[in-house]
């Protein structure tokens, strides 16, 4: 009867193979539905065997796509049957047909539990896959503890201790109350010495669960794990069936590494010692050898390695190492390599400060732009844009553009898109930018966006030098044969404009100007028609008084455009044709455009970040060139957990610092000078100044040298220290507050600059007559990694500079130890590291103090790591985003609220405040134009990537309300998200109240220094 | 984890299907579409990852091995090992060739349940179990000697070999 069961489910299947066309096949399928429906019904005459051929067919058909309704208690009911093979039956279908939220599921908590418990392995076996697959939250609070109990049972075999494990894993996803952290993490140390490398493999990945949810419960099997590590690197004890292709078990070693990787770091100098022995044994031991599955194996380790290394932050020259590996990878013939290679290289180029040595790889990244592999032409692209700076620019913009012209249709936007920015942050001059954006538009026009050509205009308008060049260009490309409409609009707009600055040259007079452009009008769309039209109204302006043939031709256009029934184009005709009729008057009414004020693009905002670096920059280089000294100030990462570390000098703002050594040493000199006329007129009088330029100007040369403790900021780690006698300074400083308060005040509005810092990712935080706090920011998924520029504008040092981050719960920080005192006129760099652990609106807050003199000015600034940092806009199509939205049914998933008080807005300017939150505006999903709708990842350490949309529904007769749904799969990501948009969408800030500086009590300088302390031991004696 | 492993044929046909988190029917059917379109595309001698944002959204990656006929493929997320994944298909293969001795396309449609047996003696909830193609083995001949007591599965003859084919 078996025998014929199943070949009833052969026969089946060979006949839906045999269908000749999907009609055919879903015939026979509901014909078979059909039966099996009927034989359910008059359950009493089924056999098991027949059950359980029935429930197979039942799964076939369902993995062809069809919907099975039914029967899903008859396999349920299977799992409680007494013999191994209808049982069997029973789990395998029931954890493919049902999932953890199905009512019958509960049905089969008691009968699964009771296998779990009971003494057959085999029917553990089963009951554990099936928890493990589809257990939900019911059965982790009724079945923890008996799998549990099997995972650490020393009686168990193997085969049941593994797969307890993993059902373990699902069941603490589910609720992870289920593990006692105390309790559990010496048990999870003892999993970890485990000798079996099935149970080892599964404990593993139990752990990563476990460490990533929590690293902090578990230091204690850190390092099992290295030593789990070492046995495999080692090949001890390993047993021959579990190394594969010569490696012992390359999944194992993969898994430890990744556990490895939730620890931020290791701190045992001999575990770490260990550890990176055995690095640099998978570094160095790994080669390229002819048997492929070997060969994937022993990378799948090195790149597991790699990662641990950059995670790890090792030396300058293991990562070096690392770079030149994945340079040779690169370059290899094997495809799967290759592709890594790329694709780690991107990584580490966030990771560490190893861009000059990537840089070297150049040549080899540029030829993978033409490697057949579609997914290598992308990793090469993203690390292109990724490694692209103000030296390479050039090369790479131009390798972009010649690329264009061949690039899979797929590619090309992007591709355009990545081009022009670059071409904007890193154009080492204006023309070379007019340039490639031209060429962008003629290789590309149609993946040029409005904003682009947008952005040259006006580049252009605002640089007076440049408007001839631009126009010159313009008027070279109307030459070609056929140009795309981008092109037409902008060099009719750039000629329109300057085409009177060409006008000597031959072929530009304003006669043949007006002639090649009115050529195109046939072949251009109506948008474009009155750009064209006002193209030749400023002709005719710049040619006054118009040569009569001229002005005839164009008031001829006019009149025949005058009863358009294009409303826009019709009232330009009209318009154009009585403003033409007053001649001279004319130069009046259509004078040139005046300069732009300084306006945000999506594209532009990313580009504009770093002009203003650039701009910084040449303002330190004039500074450091006109005062040569102090041009350098240290800082001090703070070693890491006590650690005994290497000291990291964060050299600062020395901009082309290719003789950094030959700087620092002059500088040493200049800055002793510094200190022998520390009588400088020029400095303002006060009673400490002296002393702290002395503390300042000796300290900065000594702790290039000597270790980091020598450095007075030592104490800076908390609370500042309050130290000193208070004394008849004291009473000096009490006399000047009220002066204080009205000196310093900061520059520029305070609210303003975190607003505009929201939306982008570089510029100035804070501004006051004596100090200027920049910040620069880089955001990876969930982590972001920000600079403060800390700048002294004086002459005089800044004494007690105390720079604390508060950090809301959400936000795990770091900041690197200031300096307390910055030298005139210098800049310090403190990098601040951002890991944010959960959704939420609330920000980071910076309390920066220091003194000037005997005041000391304090303030409290928010630090523009809000929400919208951890988004990563994402591009969805209509296929994508119709399922996800259906998918989210309601509240709390799905939040609609209408929205009053909106500052009015056009739907462009929405788009462009959208996608500077990171938010990618996703035009054409909604089909009513008046609406938008946006799609992002968000990224948090507990949520990890979660995709978040957003739909707004504007009313265009009245700008001020709206109708916003915000959808994600975490209810508080959607509640803090639609508050966070919120909050943008109705207050662009209008000054609000600047939080006033706080002129506080003065504190007594710095103790006139320790004598214990060698600085001043060497203060001293010079 | 691991999100999913499919089995489709060179003409997209599904010979082998399992989602580790919940995915209906018919998203299930949806995604094997969009993945087969891309694949059929994929020339030859390129990497065998493919980012999967677009078809399986955010956060995912897939591996692709193709035998014969037959694609394999792991859909999984960034805590994965790109060519850990790639070398998990190159097991499971093996395993199937240790079962059927020279495995081809029709082996994997008639024997419908056996390669249900050893995927889930290889990965569980989206991890890897048993990465040992012995132990597997032992594991999938307990069980089929079991199966055996009451029901006599014959496997069914073959034509062209998958690993060899």
Redo the contacts between chains.
């Keep these: 009867m078996?025998?014929s069961?199943?070949r009833g489910?052969?026969v089946f299947?060979?006949d839906v193979?045999n269908c000749r066309n999907k009609e055919q096949e879903r015939l026979r399928v509901d014909k078979e539905l059909g039966n099996i429906r009927t034989r359910f019904k008059n359950e009493k005459g089924l056999t098991p065997?027949e059950k359980k051929k029935y429930v197979?067919k039942m799964?076939?058909i369902?993995?062809?796509?069809?919907?099975?309704d039914f029967g899903h208690m008859e396999a349920v009911s299977l799992i409680s049957a007494p013999?191994?093979?209808e049982k069997?039956?029973g789990y395998?279908v029931t954890s493919?047909l049902l999932?953890?939220?199905h009512d019958f599921l509960r049905l089969a908590i008691n009968a699964v539990r009771n296998d779990i418990i009971g003494r057959n392995e085999?029917f553990q076996?089963l009951a554990?896959?099936l928890v493990?697959?589809?257990g939900g939250r019911e059965f982790a609070e009724s079945l923890a503890p008996d799998v549990q109990k099997l995972l650490i049972s020393s009686s168990c075999r193997p085969?049941v201790r593994?797969?307890a494990a993993?059902?373990l894993?699902?069941l603490f996803r589910k609720n992870s109350d289920i593990l006692n952290v105390d309790g559990w993490s010496d048990r999870m140390a003892q999993l970890l010495d485990e000798r079996d490398?099935?149970v080892l493999?599964?404990s593993v990945?139990l752990f990563?669960a476990l460490v990533?949810n929590n690293h902090e419960a578990y230091w204690n099997c850190l390092p099992k794990c290295v030593k789990v590590m070492e046995r495999l690197a080692r090949n001890q004890d390993i047993p021959q069936?579990?190394t594969?292709y010569g490696i012992p078990?390359?999944?194992?070693q993969?898994?430890t590494m990744?556990a490895l990787q939730y620890f931020p770091t290791v701190e045992d100098p001999t575990i770490r010692r260990a550890l990176f022995e055995v690095l640099q044994r998978i570094l160095m031991g790994t080669d390229v050898v002819k048997n492929v599955?070997k060969n994937?194996?022993s990378?799948?380790v090195l790149?597991?390695a790699l990662a641990l290394v950059m995670h790890l932050d090792s030396e300058k020259e293991m990562m070096s190492q690392c770079v030149a590996l994945l340079g040779k990878f690169i370059a290899v013939r094997e495809?799967?390599i290759?592709?890594?290679g790329l694709e780690n290289m991107t990584r580490m180029l966030m990771v560490t400060d190893v861009h000059e040595i990537i840089k070297r790889h150049q040549a080899q990244i540029i030829t993978s732009l033409k490697d057949?592999?579609?997914?290598?032409r992308?990793r090469s692209l993203d690390l292109l844009y990724g490694m692209c700076d103000v030296s390479n620019a050039k090369d790479i913009v131009e390798e972009l553009l010649q690329y264009l012209a061949t690039a899979d249709f797929a590619m090309r936007e992007e591709l355009a898109l990545k081009a022009a920015i670059l071409a904007e942050k890193f154009a080492p001059d204006l023309s070379w930018y007019v340039d490639v954006i031209l060429q962008l538009i003629d290789k590309a026009g149609d993946f040029v966006s409005d904003d682009i050509w947008f952005r040259v205009v006006q580049f252009v308008t605002n640089n007076e030098d440049l408007q001839p060049y631009a126009a010159l260009k313009a008027r070279e490309y109307l030459d070609k044969p056929a140009i795309h409409e981008t092109m037409v609009k902008v060099s009719a707009y750039l000629l329109g404009e300057y085409s009177h600055l060409l006008a000597r040259r031959p072929g530009c007079s304003p006669k043949e100007i007006f002639s090649i452009i009115h050529e195109k009008l046939p072949t251009v769309s109506t948008p474009t028609i009155p750009i064209l039209l006002t193209t030749y109204a400023k002709i005719l302006m710049h040619s006054q008084p118009a040569d009569p043939e001229l002005q005839n031709q164009i008031w001829a256009v006019y009149s025949k455009y005058e009863s358009c029934i294009d409303a826009e184009i019709q009232q330009r005709a009209v318009e154009y044709l009585a403003l033409s009729r007053k001649g001279e008057a004319l130069v009046d009414i259509l004078a040139e455009m005046p300069k732009f004020p300084e306006r945000e693009s999506s594209l532009i905002k990313k580009a504009e970040d770093t002009e203003a670096d650039t701009a910084e920059l040449s303002a330190i280089k004039l500074r450091t060139q006109q005062q040569t000294s102090n041009a350098l100030v240290l800082t001090d990462q703070r070693p890491a957990n006590g650690a005994p570390q290497v000291s990291q000098l964060g050299m600062v703002m020395v901009p082309s610092t290719s003789n950094v050594d030959q700087n620092t040493v002059d500088q040493r000199v200049t800055q002793s000078n510094g200190t022998l006329s520390a009588v400088d007129p020029q400095l303002p009088v006060q009673d400490h100044a002296p002393a702290g330029d002395i503390l300042g100007d000796l300290l900065s040369p000594l702790a290039i040298e000597g270790p980091p403790s020598v450095s007075p900021q030592s104490e800076l780690n908390g609370v500042p220290s309050y130290e000193g006698i208070p004394g008849a300074n004291d009473a000096l400083a009490l006399a000047h507050v009220g002066d204080q308060e009205s000196t310093v005040k900061p520059i520029g509005d305070i609210a303003e600059r975190f607003h505009a810092l929201c939306l982008k990712d570089s510029g100035v935080l804070y501004e006051d007559p004596y100090v200027q706090i920049g910040i620069k920011a880089e955001w990876r998924g969930h982590q972001g990694r920000m600079v403060l520029f800390l700048g002294n504008k004086n002459t005089a040092p800044l004494d007690s500079v105390q720079a604390i981050i508060l950090s809301p719960s959400h936000l795990k920080s770091d900041l690197s130890l200031v300096p307390e005192v910055i030298p005139p006129r210098a800049q310090v760099q403190c990098p601040l590291e951002v890991v944010n652990l959960r959704p939420s609106r609330d920000v980071a807050v910076l309390d920066f103090s220091y003194k000037f003199g005997t005041y000391l000015v304090n303030n409290k600034l928010r630090i523009p790591a809000v929400l919208s940092k951890f988004l990563q806009p994402?591009q969805v199509?209509a296929e994508?985003f119709f399922?996800?939205w259906r998918s989210l049914p309601g509240p709390p998933l799905k939040l609609q609220e209408v929205v009053r008080g909106v500052t009015p807005m056009s739907l462009g300017e929405m788009a462009n405040l959208f996608n500077s939150l990171r938010l990618m505006v996703c035009p054409g999903l909604d089909p009513n134009a008046c609406n938008l709708v946006a799609s992002s990842?968000f990224y948090s350490e507990n949520t990890?990537?979660?995709?978040c949309l957003v739909r707004v529904e504007t009313d265009p007769a009245d700008r001020t309300q709206l109708r916003m749904t915000v959808a994600s799969g975490d209810p508080t990501l959607t509640f803090e998200l639609k508050e966070f948009i919120k909050e943008h969408l109705v207050s662009i800030p209008t000054g609000g109240k600047p939080p006033a500086p706080v002129a506080q009590q003065p504190q007594p300088t710095n103790p006139p220094i320790a004598s214990s302390d060698p600085g001043a031991l060497l203060a001293g004696l010079l | 984890m691991i999100r999913a492993m499919i089995v489709i044929n060179n003409q997209g046909k599904p010979r082998l299907s399992k989602f580790y988190n919940y995915t209906p029917v018919d998203q299930q059917h949806q995604v094997i579409r969009s993945i087969y379109s891309v694949l059929c595309l994929q020339p030859e001698n390129v990497s065998n990852f493919i980012e999967g944002g677009s078809i399986l959204g955010p956060d995912s990656r897939l591996v692709y091995k193709l035998f014969a006929t037959l694609y394999f493929i792991f859909v999984f997320d960034s805590s994965e090992n790109e060519l850990a994944m790639f070398d998990l298909i190159q097991v499971y293969v093996e395993t199937l060739e240790k079962c059927f001795s020279n495995v081809c396309e029709l082996d994997i449609v008639l024997n419908y349940s056996k390669m249900h047996t050893i995927l889930d003696e290889m990965i569980l909830g989206g991890q890897v179990v048993e990465t040992n193609s012995e132990k597997v083995m032992q594991a999938v001949e307990e069980i089929s000697k079991l199966e055996k007591v009451t029901a006599a599965t014959k496997f069914i003859s073959k034509s062209t070999s998958l690993l060899w084919g």
């Design positions: 078996a025998l069961g199943m489910l052969s299947i060979s193979r065997y197979w799964l076939y369902y993995m062809l796509g069809y919907d099975v013999k191994y093979p069997q039956v395998i493919c999932n953890e939220n085999t076996c554990l896959t493990g697959n589809i085969l593994k797969k993993l059902c894993l699902r490398l099935g493999t599964s990945s990563v990533s069936e579990y594969y078990s390359p999944w194992l993969v898994k990744r599955n994937n194996a990378h799948a790149f597991e495809p799967n290759r592709y890594l057949p592999d579609i997914s290598i992308r994402v199509s994508e399922p996800q990842t990890r990537g979660m995709l």
